[in-house]
Each structure stands twice: as C-alpha cells, then as structure tokens.
C-alpha cells in the first residue's frame, strides 16, 4: 500500500459534563485525528493520549512527534510491503509510544479494511451486532451532584455505573450509590493508581458494596502490590494502566494481579494488540471489557466493533456520544435499549461530518509522505 496524504487534524471538543479523576479534571477533548489517504481510500483514526502525560506517560504532541519523526519514516522505507499487518514489528525499534503506533496502525487498517468493502466488526471477530454500555462517572465536589448525575445514565439505560474514586471520594459515594439505587445496579470503581498497598485494609471496606471490579488501584509498575492486595480483598482487581501489551497480560494474569482486564486499544498500540490481549484473556478465562479515553465517534466506532468480541463478557465504557458532547464530529452513537450498534460498513464504518470537522479543528499538519 502506498500513502498518498498524510494528515494531522488537532480538535478541541468541549465536554458536556467535566471529567474530574484521581489525576486531574478535563473540561474539554482534545485530540488529534490522522487522515491518510491511499489511492484507493481514506482511513481515519483517533489518537487516545491526552493533552499532559497524567494518565499515561505519552501526551498528545509527544504523540505527534513520534508520529511525524520516528514511525511514519519507517514505515515509508517499506514502501509497496507497507500494510496494518507488518506495522508492529516496522515499529519495533522504537520504544513504548504505543499511542502513537494506535493511531498510524488504526488508519491503515482502516483504509484496508475500506478497500477490501470489510467492517472492522468482521475483521476482527466480532459475534455481536449490539453492546451493551457502561458510564464511568467522574468525581464530583458532592454526594447530591453525584446522584443526580448517576440517575440521569440510569434513566437513560446504561447497564453500568463506574465510579471514579480517589483518598477521600471512595467508600462513601460508593455506599450511598449502592443504597439509593439497589443491589440489581452493576457499579464498579476506578482508582486511576490513586492508592498504595498501605491503603489494603481500607480499600477491602469496598468489598462489602458487591462491586464488579476495582480497577487500577496501585501505580502502573505494581503488579506484585496488585496480586498481595487482591489476595486481602474479595472485589476483583481489573488492571487498566498496568497492561500496555499482551505480554503484560500474560505476567498479570499469571501472577494473580488481575481477575479482569479493561482493554484501550490505544493503550497497548492498537486494536491486532488488543484482540491478542482478548485471546489470551478468554483463554486464561479472565472476563475483559473495553475501556475508552472519552473518543469522538472515529475511535469511539473501532472501540465498538473490538466490544463486541465474545470474551468482552462485561459492558464497557463504550457511552453514547452525547454523554460526551452536544456535537461529535460524526453521526452520533445513540444508546438504544442500554446498548450501542456496532457500525456494519468499511472499516470503522463511520465518517467525520465535513462541517463539524472543520468546526472543531484548531489546526492542521500535513506529514511529509
Ligand atoms: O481510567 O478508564 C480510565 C478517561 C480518560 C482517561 C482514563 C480513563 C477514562 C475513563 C473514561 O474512565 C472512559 C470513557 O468514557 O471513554
Ligand atoms: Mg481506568
């Protein structure tokens, strides 16, 4: 495959609510989307880092540079053999940025998948034709805003509360969530490494709620701290930042660290890492579910289809789009009954909307191709 055009389309789209976690508030969505054009058709992919490196170690013009400097050269040197496939090991050399290697990986695929007329759904596996979706709710200055908040996704169906925690916003939002909506809810909680294995005795309070999972409660390079703590508490521990590939997987699961997976495909450098994430997860009979970094409809599109593999037992944070945003720059992801259609069409099956592209861009970059 040869590229034609490459180009870098900086957004800022602002969220409807704040997303306030363990490390910091978001106000708006920032991103970047790589548009990459090949003689026989135009792919589109999101960029998962955010603005600063509080999430991850990757942020979004570190993204870029690695993009424009270190892997879109490499990948040009393969000339004709260039393909989706052959991505990750042209890439090798150049160390973690799994980030950046989501984004060009995404876009090929995506412009394959477009020409060969095959949905990403069918490319990777997908048994599902519909997921069902989960909200991860953000913290907030009081219990009463919480409520409110947690019963609009109710009411509007989402099958799955998240609760973002952190010292201090933990065992009390939980138990008043659990009491004022009952014990049918489906809630869980996520850290974002907020706590030490010297918080084990005070996180296990949680065990009494009945929660799903508790995800990401130590620093990312703990897996030992995760597998002692999940031996002094009864709540699964699902590992988030911790797993940014599938050989991370492997060791987690077999140090006991983790009982569930949350799967970003941005996280671990793209969706042929995440379906082997998935396999070795079904294989080990560890439940996986798919997370998100709050993407406009072109990741968000990908992250469906992925959802609606068959060891994605659990409903993930794969929300509507305007639990996000008054305008997305592609036709909105509507929740229908608590879940969301995955897209049927090439590739990711959806397209940027000219006039909400243009209005949410800031910039444009052409990369030299
Ligand atoms: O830890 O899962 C996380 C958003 C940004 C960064 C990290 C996380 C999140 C979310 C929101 O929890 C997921 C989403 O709705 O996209
Ligand atoms: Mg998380």
């Not at 590229?3 to 490390?23: G, K, W, Y």
């Not at 508030?25 to 792919?43: I, M, N, P, Q, Y």
């Not at 660290?257 to 082997?276: D, F, M, W």
């Not at 079904?282 to 970094?293: D, F, H, L």
Request: net charge negative; hydrophobic share 45%; glycine share 8%.
């Amino acid at each position: 495959m040869k590229i034609r055009d490459l180009t870098v389309h900086h957004l800022r789209i602002p969220l409807v609510v704040p997303f306030r976690t363990s490390f910091g508030t978001s106000h708006v969505k920032e991103t970047f989307v790589l548009r990459l054009e090949t003689d026989d058709a135009v792919g589109w992919a999101e960029c998962g880092a955010e603005e600063d490196p509080l999430y991850s170690s990757e942020y979004l013009e570190g993204a870029e540079w690695v993009l424009r400097t270190q892997l879109v050269p490499r990948l040009l040197a393969l000339g004709e053999g260039l393909s989706a496939g052959v991505v990750r090991d042209a890439l090798e050399p150049v160390k973690g940025h799994r980030m950046a290697k989501h984004v060009i990986e995404t876009a090929l695929l995506d412009a394959e998948l477009r020409t060969a007329d095959m949905s990403f759904g069918r490319y990777l596996g997908a048994t599902k034709t519909r997921v069902p979706a989960g909200v991860s709710v953000g913290i907030f200055d009081s219990i009463p805003e919480l409520l409110d908040n947690v019963r609009t996704y109710i009411d509007q169906g989402y099958q799955r509360i998240k609760l973002k925690i952190e010292p201090g916003w933990d065992i009390e939002p939980v138990r008043v969530v659990r009491e004022t909506f009952g014990d049918d809810l489906l809630l869980q909680v996520d850290a974002n490494t907020a706590y030490t294995l010297r918080d084990a005795r005070h996180l296990a309070k949680l065990d009494a709620f009945d929660l799903l999972l508790m995800e990401q409660p130590l620093p990312e390079d703990d897996l030992l701290g995760h597998a002692e703590l999940q031996k002094r508490i009864s709540t699964p521990v699902c590992l988030d930042e911790s797993i940014e590939s599938a050989r991370d997987a492997a060791a987690a699961i077999a140090l006991g660290a983790c009982e569930v997976i949350n799967i970003k495909p941005s996280r671990v450098g793209g969706y042929l890492e995440a379906r082997r994430i998935h396999d070795i997860a079904e294989a080990n009979g560890i439940p996986v579910w798919c997370g998100g970094m709050l993407e406009c409809g072109l990741g968000r599109a990908a992250n469906v289809a992925l959802a609606a593999l068959p060891g994605f037992v659990l409903p993930g944070d794969t929300s509507a789009s305007n639990r996000y945003f008054a305008e997305d720059i592609t036709a909105p992801f509507v929740l229908e009954d608590g879940h969301l259609t995955v897209p049927t069409g090439p590739g990711i099956g959806v397209d940027p909307i000219p006039e909400a592209l243009a209005a949410f861009t800031v910039s444009t970059t052409t990369i030299p191709v």
